[in-house]
């Protein structure tokens, strides 16, 4: 039997499993099964509460596929959320341990409940080593990625996890569906990868579809917007401060020249509790 939470960053939706005294055994598996739409729960994946050595608390994240991220925008939100809102801690600034470093969240209350959450994302990572992405050494800018007989340009941004991000002319029509998947799997990404199709509508706010590795199509995804904003800004699309219209709402990044760290500012929401009968 485990208890869980089920709560959503605009739309990207995991389910929460406070795992500091109780170990989770076989998660990758737990993890599929619980975020099958149909058969499960239904989520775009889990993440585990867990006890930290080197921050106030540690995240581990597994998407519905059962693999490992190491960093989620919107489920680093809720995951703050869930430890005051619950009581784990009465602080409003928290340092959190993910797979991509320690995070630094500001809780903003209403009621003594969290209403919304600004992220240190940290620094984006651009030399195409570290992304990782093969190829020559230096920074993957508009470059062209040849797939299937249709050629893409490409801007690579690692948020401590890997994005490609790509700029249509109609972002609702396109067919994310068919070219998410061939892009995740590309053999220039030896980790895989997150794909963002994004339209520009002004200097100041975009659209953007993700294709999540891992889970595919979500609803929105933080890290990508973030590496979305650093790409604007890297191919002169962008200013530095913008918003990211997505389908489960908007996200506020912005690309910190003093301190060259990316911040998010969003909504974090509880949906239901639940018992999982495994």
């Given amino acids: 039997m485990i208890k869980f939470i089920k709560m959503h960053g605009i739309g990207n939706d995991y389910l929460y499993i ?7 055994k076989n998660v990758e598996d737990l993890s599929r099964k619980m975020s099958h739409r149909n058969f499960g729960v239904g989520s775009d994946g889990i993440i585990l509460i867990l006890n930290s050595t080197a921050a106030d608390f540690k995240m581990r994240i597994f998407n519905a596929d059962g693999s490992e991220a190491e960093m989620c925008g919107n489920g680093i939100r809720c995951f703050a959320k869930y430890l005051y809102d619950h009581g784990l801690t009465k602080k409003k600034k928290i340092a959190i341990e993910t797979l991509a470093g320690i995070k630094h969240v ?12 600004r992220v240190d994302m940290g620094e984006p990572i651009l030399l195409r080593e570290r992304i990782p992405m093969k190829g020559d ?31 249509v002319d109609d972002v609702d029509n396109f067919p994310v569906h068919k070219y998410g998947p061939m892009i ?34 979500t609803m ?25 219209h997505l389908k489960g709402g908007d996200l506020e990044i912005e690309w910190n020249e003093t301190d060259n760290h990316v ?14 009968q495994d």
């Fill in 18 to 24: 406070d795992a500091r005294r109780k170990k989770i």
């Fill in 106 to 117: 500001e809780l903003t209350t209403r009621h003594d409940k969290v209403s919304k959450v």
């Fill in 137 to 167: 050494p230096g920074m993957v800018i508009d470059e062209e990625l040849p797939l299937d007989g249709v050629k893409f340009n490409i801007t690579a941004v690692s948020m401590g996890n890997p994005h490609a991000v790509i700029y």
């Fill in 184 to 217: 995740e799997n590309h053999p220039s990404f030896p980790k895989k990868t997150n794909v963002e199709f994004v339209q520009i509508l002004n200097e100041r706010e975009v659209i953007q579809r993700t294709w999540e590795r891992g889970s595919g199509e």
């Fill in 220 to 244: 929105a995804c933080g890290t990508g917007a973030s590496a979305v904003t650093v790409a604007g800004i890297l191919t002169k699309r962008t200013g530095r401060s913008i918003i990211v």
């Fill in 263 to 276: 911040y998010m500012n969003g909504p974090a929401v509880e949906v239901f509790e639940g018992i999982w």
